[in-house]
């Protein structure tokens, strides 16, 4: 079959003997081989064949396939997205190969962030797992089915650090530390392109938004960021740097500005920066829309320079608008746009399809007609063990007053709460091809694990909200979220007379999906009110109240903190949610997670994250003082702390211990730790190193992440943990932009979260 398209598309172009000899396949997958026939490609394109492999196009109500098929025909599509079964694949790729001149393969993206069918858990409870091998696990799962369904390419993953938990989008992503989301989003771009983003079941990984999207002001969506450049290369930028090194062939550009110039118009981020000095070769992507709105940003006063500035800057391909189509003909031909800067764009959007293997064979992730599934949706498809075991190590135990948990399984237990049962929650926003009827709820995931031993009595309790104006919110494009028409307190008295009969209580509350999603910002991060009023119907029958959280961001729980006997933080958790909690809960599953982000205790102290700049006056929680850097209104510091969760057992760490107390420029030191499970049951935990620069050229952070590892430890047991430090450790950017590790002596802080650890010195030469 390779044989026969490749031979099929070299007919088609009648081209000279020597081009066609090039076209015969299977073409070397090395990138001298693909720049020779991109070029020899590019040599027999008219200009508006070029400018259609730069169109990105949605399929939606307003481009229907129809219409989209038309296109394909005349060349003016260059890869789809929003098409996810085989057929609709295979019939615009036959469109193709079948009628369009030259027939260049499309290639077909989408959206899997945590999971194409298989939904695991949002990349916020990843991160909460601080366990590579699971993120691995997740893209490798992902990747697979995303190629099963014919899909070459993914916007994932989102590697945007925030400090904003107003920010939406935060569930999107792997929390507020640099060095995490570094890790993380390298893990799944290595996970999900394999060896080769041509291989059958891997995927070309986009990773978004570049850049610093996370950091914009006031947690709303879409809005500006202004940060010096410091900031900018020391906090938010390693993470997509880190995501390039690891082989990310696409870049989505993010829509936000960045002091004050638009991402989509910024020749600097893009070329200077990102092709310049991150020598990246693969393709850029606008996000949705985001050329027409360089308008609205002040920056293009008409369609027609909004193009030329966004072509000019760096955008190789333009997602779901009809802008390049329409007006880049006309700006070559005033010579606005040159002839060798549209080759430039068009010749990344080749170079990635020959890299995903398309020149090869065009049905590569699709394979025979006969082989199409014949139920999309078939649970054959699935993955659910995978999906349980990352949904497990994604939990963080945040309380647990008099060992309330784990729960007994002969026990009659009250479940409560408006997320108690809803499938299409606990799958959480960016759910891709998931279906909601297959994912496992709360309810059925203990009634699962009780297996009639115990009983399980259940009551919604209250609506998500009672405010008609976020009810319409979240149901503005879907039935997203069911409103029950009866009173809160009929729904009130209903949970309390179940509460009455039961041992204890479990309330399930937190967020809808869409309240933690795209233009979901809040600017409150409290429960709705019908859920606060539940807590506190259901904490005065005396019951134990255990209270299990699904949400996409930080929330401040002070409230409900001094309500609950215990508290299980669960995030979104996938598919396979219902059962995984149920797996905690009931204690056939040790918690192991740790927070990503700072719990803030209010709005009012945001932005908290735990690796801030020291000022020169502290404050001393032991010896408060007035003329200080605090608020007198309230307790100061975060609720619970970057690094934070609790297990079924008990850890001790003993001592640092430095290999040496020096660090030579061009050498290493190593500093240990002895973790000891001094509890009655197994458990795993994650053993964290910070770094300290305590007198450098600027103010460095009071402390930052700079290592971690995932231990399991059996009751009694105990392990050595060892962390080798050297000079880039140390490295940060300096005040005339250099990056550098200066010499002095540096803290060592190594714990099982970000507040409670030992601490060491060394000395860097």
């Not at 729904?491 to 809808?512: C, H, S």
């Not at 760490?653 to 190593?670: A, D, H, I, Q, Y």
């Amino acid at each position: 079959m390779k044989w026969i398209y490749s031979v099929s598309l070299a007919v088609s172009l009648a081209m000279q003997p020597a081009f066609a000899d090039t076209l015969s396949g299977p073409h070397p997958m090395t990138e001298q081989a693909r720049d020779a026939y991109v070029n020899q490609l590019l040599s027999k394109m008219t200009l508006d064949e070029k400018i259609g492999q730069m169109r990105l196009i949605s399929v939606g109500p307003d481009t229907p396939k129809e219409a989209i098929r038309d296109m394909i025909q005349h060349g003016q599509v260059g890869a789809i997205f929003n098409t996810v079964t085989r057929p609709d694949i295979r019939a615009m790729q036959d469109q193709v190969m079948q009628l369009s001149r030259l027939k260049i393969p499309l290639f077909f993206a989408y959206d899997v962030v945590h999971g194409q069918r298989t939904i695991f858990p949002i990349p916020l409870g990843l991160a909460s797992s601080w366990d590579l091998d699971a993120v691995s696990e997740v893209g490798r799962v992902s990747a697979y089915e995303a190629a099963d369904d014919g899909l070459n390419m993914t916007w994932a993953p989102m590697v945007d650090v925030t400090r904003e938990p107003r920010w939406g989008r935060g569930s999107e992503g792997f929390g507020e530390d640099t060095f995490l989301t570094s890790q993380m989003g390298s893990t799944m771009v290595k996970a999900m392109q394999g060896k080769s983003a041509a291989d059958r079941y891997a995927v070309m990984t986009s990773v978004k938004h570049f850049a610093a999207y996370g950091a914009v002001e006031g947690g709303r969506d879409y809005n500006t960021v202004d940060m010096s450049p410091q900031r900018l290369f020391q906090d938010y930028l390693p993470p997509y740097k880190a995501s390039l090194d690891a082989g990310s062939g696409g870049v989505m550009v993010a829509l936000n500005s960045l002091n004050g110039t638009p991402a989509t118009a910024d020749s600097w981020l893009l070329k200077d920066l990102l092709r310049g000095e991150w020598k990246f070769k693969g393709i850029t992507i606008s996000d949705h829309g985001a050329i027409k709105e360089l308008i609205k940003h002040g920056v293009a006063s008409d369609p027609q320079e909004a193009v030329r500035i966004a072509l000019k800057s760096g955008i190789d391909m333009s997602m779901s608008d009809e802008y390049y189509s329409k007006y880049l003909p006309g700006l070559v031909k005033s010579g606005a746009v040159t002839m060798a800067e549209i080759d430039d764009a068009a010749r990344h959007v080749l170079n990635v399809k020959y890299d995903m293997g398309l020149f090869n064979d065009p049905y590569s992730h699709l394979g025979p007609k006969g082989s199409d599934p014949q139920d999309t949706n078939a649970e054959s498809r699935l993955h659910r063990a995978e999906a349980r075991d990352v949904a497990r190590k994604s939990m963080v135990l945040l309380k647990n007053w008099r060992e309330t948990l784990p729960l007994k399984k002969t026990a009659t237990v009250a479940l409560v709460g408006p997320l108690a049962d809803s499938q299409r929650d606990i799958m959480g926003s960016w759910s891709a091809a998931g279906v909601a009827k297959q994912s496992i709820t709360l309810l059925q995931g203990m009634r699962n694990a009780m297996n009639g031993k115990g009983t399980v009595l259940y009551a919604k309790g209250a609506n998500i909200s009672d405010n008609k104006g976020i009810q319409n919110f979240l149901n503005l494009y879907e039935q997203a979220v069911s409103v029950d028409t009866r009173t809160p307190q009929q729904m009130i008295d209903e949970a309390v007379a179940q509460a009455k009969k039961a041992d204890v209580v479990v309330a399930a509350v937190g967020e809808a999906q869409g309240m933690a999603h795209e233009a979901s910002s809040r600017s409150e991060l409290a429960l709705p009110a019908s859920q606060q009023k539940l807590l506190a119907a259901l904490k005065a029958t005396g019951k134990p109240l255990v209270i299990v959280l699904m949400n996409g961001r930080a929330l401040t729980l002070v409230n409900e903190d001094k309500l609950a006997d215990a508290m299980l933080e669960t995030w979104f958790s996938g598919t396979e949610g219902g059962n995984a909690i149920a797996d905690v809960l009931f204690g056939d599953y040790n918690p192991s997670g740790k927070l990503p982000v700072t719990f803030p205790r209010s709005v009012g102290q945001i932005p908290l994250y735990y690796n801030h700049l020291p000022t020169g006056r502290p404050y001393n929680f032991e010896k408060p003082n007035k003329y200080t850097s605090h608020y007198y209104d309230a307790i100061n510091g975060p609720l619970y702390p970057f690094g934070y969760g609790l297990s079924y057992t008990t850890f001790t760490v003993s001592p640092v211990k430095m290999s040496s107390r020096t660090l030579p420029r061009n050498g290493t030191v190593e500093a240990s730790v002895t973790v000891t499970n001094t509890g009655k049951r197994a458990g795993a935990t994650v053993v964290q190193m910070y770094l300290n620069d305590p007198v450098a050229s600027l103010s460095r952070p009071v402390q930052e992440l700079r290592g971690f590892k995932r231990i399991m430890l059996q009751a009694g047991e105990s392990q050595t943990v060892r962390f080798k430090i050297d000079a880039e450790a140390l490295k940060f950017w300096n005040q005339k932009m250099q990056h550098v590790a200066e010499p002095g002596k540096f803290n060592v802080m190594i714990g099982l979260d970000s507040v409670r650890t030992q601490d060491a010195q060394f000395d860097y030469l």
